[in-house]
């Protein structure tokens, strides 16, 4: 009788599980509904166009960002900070408005790097500086002293691009075959000027 009895309260448990609502609220977000790359600029077609990259769904609100855009409006003009993997958020600390904004970002600095060059910082305390604006062509030369009033320049990055000026470094694109001079020179603490190309 027990065992029966034990068996019937396990039946009207399981009944009254099955009758409890399991929905979940939910928040309507937008996301990427393909990988989007780090720079990529949404454009009018790329938000709402044919085939968009972005799209509004409803995601659980118990696990929507703060951040999270829900108006594609919003993200219309602006660059993606970083990539995106597909069915990812779109969140407002993931686009910025201006490409320069992406430097100031460690190795966004890339973006602003030409293919086969690297971004090199050279160290404003060894360094004289004179009008350079970022994205201005410079040459970066060494002023060697050999006594006796005697000052050589060599030229050791030419046709290099100022990428980023910040308080302690300037950071130039230069060819990759121009690095390890310009490392060395620092390393040596010899004084570098950026000329105008």
Do not use: Y
């Not at 992406?102 to 790097?113: E, M, Y």
């Amino acid at each position: 009788m027990k065992s029966l009895l034990m068996i019937f309260l396990t039946m009207v448990a399981l009944a009254g599980l099955r009758k409890t609502d399991t929905r979940q609220e939910t928040v309507t977000i937008a996301i990427v509904n393909q990988p989007v790359v780090r720079g990529t600029v949404f454009t009018p077609d790329r938000v709402t166009g044919a085939t968009p990259v972005v799209q509004l769904v409803e995601w659980p609100a118990a696990l929507v960002p703060s951040n999270a855009i829900s108006n594609v409006q919003d993200i219309i003009g602006r660059i993606a900070k970083s990539d995106m993997p597909t069915r990812t958020p779109v969140l407002a600390t993931n686009l910025v408005d201006e490409m320069t904004q992406l430097s100031r970002i460690g190795s966004d600095v890339a973006l602003f790097t030409s293919p086969g060059n690297l971004a090199v910082p050279l160290d404003l305390r060894i360094l004289t500086v004179a009008g350079v604006q970022p994205f201005s062509c410079v040459d970066v030369v060494g002023m060697f002293d050999f006594g006796e009033d005697i000052v050589t320049v060599f030229m050791l990055g030419p046709g290099a691009e100022v990428v980023e000026i910040g308080q302690k470094n300037i950071i130039v694109s230069v060819l990759s075959e121009h690095v390890i001079t310009l490392v060395w020179a620092q390393d040596m603490g010899i004084p570098l000027s950026l000329q105008p190309c």
